[in-house]
């Protein structure tokens, strides 16, 4: 599965934007789909999860109630409309479909494929 992110840039503190990734395969609606960020000298981190029929969704707790995670299974995209932007939440951000069979800790949910990541720079 190949994963194709896009939709970063740079935003002031408070701001809004929305990231996209596609994926190019036949059997998207069946994958658990996320997001994780990697912030300067930092390890990458657990974002967002949203399984197969977006029934539910799963966030840290330092972005819960300003990013959304969604998907459309028509055009195999997911994506995280991130809102009230702060500086802490400059990193690169990560798309990956997420290992089906796991059922322990949000934050250490195993990966199966990653996804290029795309840079998104919140200035103060």
């Known amino acids: 599965v190949q994963l194709q992110a896009s939709g970063g840039g740079m935003v002031q503190a408070g701001g809004s934007l929305r990231l996209s990734c596609t994926a190019s395969?036949?059997?998207?609606?069946?994958?658990?789909m996320g997001w994780f960020r990697q912030a300067p000298g930092k390890e990458r981190e657990f974002v967002a999860a949203?399984?197969?029929?977006?029934?539910?969704?799963y966030y840290s707790d330092s972005v819960k109630g300003r990013f959304t995670i969604s998907r459309d299974n028509a055009k195999n995209t997911v994506y995280l409309q991130m809102n009230s932007l702060k500086p802490d939440d400059t990193a690169i951000y990560y798309c990956?479909?997420?290992?089906?069979?796991?059922?322990?800790?949000?934050?250490?949910?195993?990966?199966?494929?990653w996804g290029q990541g795309t840079l998104v720079t919140v200035s103060s």
């Open positions: 990956a479909v997420l290992n089906r069979s796991y059922r322990g800790s949000i934050y250490s949910w195993p990966v199966d494929y």
């Open positions: 395969t036949r059997t998207f609606s069946s994958y658990r």
């Open positions: 949203i399984m197969e029929s977006s029934a539910n969704t």
